[in-house]
């Protein structure tokens, strides 16, 4: 199922763009983690955004400062550079993409327009819940299929959840808050089963993290499936959360009927934004550092939770989604009262994540969050 420019309007665009105005993390449905008084300083220990704490590149910074000069001009031409870069090392052409403030617009977008033809929208479920915010509010019905016993999206169960009321199915892989990953292959031949008349959208937030690595992305399966969205984002591995620089892959005519629909006309993300994400291309020696980091960062985490019996899943991100059954009370609020920002979402209840920062603050979370050991 291509996206049709007529099903995008369907009732008030004002109330749309009510919707799309609203932060991303009122989208997730979770308060506001940051200090008040938070003045971008180190504060805190920040663990609860999955932010990349290494990031931004150097040749990123050096990109955005050569870059301010130009800020009074609008961004078209490093528009039309950073998807020229990004179609060659995808093998794919510049009209497959639509750049974005970070993918949460991408996800915004495609939850309304499931939401304005009062569609359904089938999830996997705990899972990155930006989509389905959005649909819901914008009149969509909402089915959640299960996780496993192993809190792993079970492909099968998704696709025997299909129906003829199904608009669009939403996976997150590596799936947030789980940090559970699928078999590339798996996922490939799933996308494959899903009737062309059901949108496919492939959140890959934290490719960079997985263990497939960019090989496990389902971009490759553009040109192949009509029905197919890929959303990515530079907020992550990249370290550009700050500057808001996402985009969607897909086939031409969804990605004309995305741009018709976006509020910011392709232009919300600035010179800055664009030039930080293109210049990040092309250090790739950067981002393997950042990951290899971040596996040291994680072990550091494993190793303590294995020694006190806490249940984890092992994470293909940059987060660790465990029990909260061994630790006593309200731990984020305890936490939070050592210096140390964590997450529990309201539909965590039994469960926190920790995102990964730098081995040194990893050392200090395990010998702070063992006081609150049971």
């Known amino acids: 199922m291509s996206i049709s420019r007529r099903d995008w309007i369907r ?22 983690e940051r200090p008040k008084n938070f003045t971008g300083k180190d504060d805190f220990i920040l663990l609860n955004w999955n932010e990349n704490p290494y990031g931004p590149s150097d040749v990123a910074i050096q990109a955005v400062s050569d870059a301010m000069k130009y800020a009074n001009r609008y961004p078209d031409e490093k528009l039309n550079e950073l998807k020229e870069k990004l179609a060659k090392k995808h093998g794919l052409k510049p009209v497959n993409y639509l750049l974005t403030a970070g993918s949460t617009e991408v996800l915004s977008l495609l939850g309304q327009h499931v939401g304005l033809q009062k569609g ?14 959005f649909g819901e509010r914008a009149g969509a019905t909402i089915k959640k299929v299960d996780l496993d016993a192993d809190d792993r999206i079970d492909l099968d169960q998704t696709l025997d959840a299909i129906t003829d009321k199904t608009t669009m199915v ?17 996922l490939k031949a799933f996308c494959r089963k899903v009737p062309e008349n059901v949108l496919i959208c492939v959140d890959e937030a934290y490719v960079e993290y997985s263990n497939a690595g960019l090989k496990g992305s389902m971009i490759s399966l553009v040109n192949e499936l ?6 990515r984002t530079f907020s992550k591995a990249y370290g550009l959360a700050g500057l808001r620089m996402g985009y969607a892959v897909s086939n031409l005519r969804n990605i004309q009927a995305l741009r018709d629909r976006h509020l910011g006309a392709e232009i919300s993300a600035g010179w800055p ?13 950067f981002i393997n550092k950042c990951v290899a980091k971040n596996a040291e960062g994680k072990q550091i985490v494993y190793d303590a939770y294995d020694k006190w019996g806490v249940k ?7 987060f660790i989604y465990a029990r909260d059954d061994r630790f006593e009370g309200d731990l ?6 050592k210096g140390i920002l964590i997450t529990k979402w309201p539909t965590m209840t039994n469960h926190i994540r920790v995102s990964i920062g730098k081995p040194e603050h990893m050392r200090l979370f395990v010998k702070t969050v063992q006081e609150f050991l049971v």
Do not use: W
Not at 11 to 32: E, F, K, R
Not at 170 to 176: A, G, K, L
Not at 226 to 231: K, M, S, Y
């Open 120 to 133: 359904e929208i089938l999830t996997p479920f705990p899972t990155f819940p930006t989509a389905l915010r």
């Open 332 to 337: 984020v609020a305890k936490m939070r009262a």
């Open 11 to 32: 009732q008030s665009l004002l109330a749309s763009a009510t919707m799309l105005v609203a932060g991303p993390h009122v989208a997730q449905g979770c308060a506001s």
């Open 312 to 318: 984890y899943n092992p994470s293909s991100t940059n």
């Open 226 to 231: 009509p029905n197919l969205v890929i959303c």
């Open 273 to 285: 934004p664009l030039v930080a994400a293109s210049a990040s291309l092309d250090d790739p020696e």
């Open 170 to 186: 939403f996976i997150c892989n590596p799936n947030n808050p789980t940090g559970t990953e699928l078999e590339t292959e798996d």
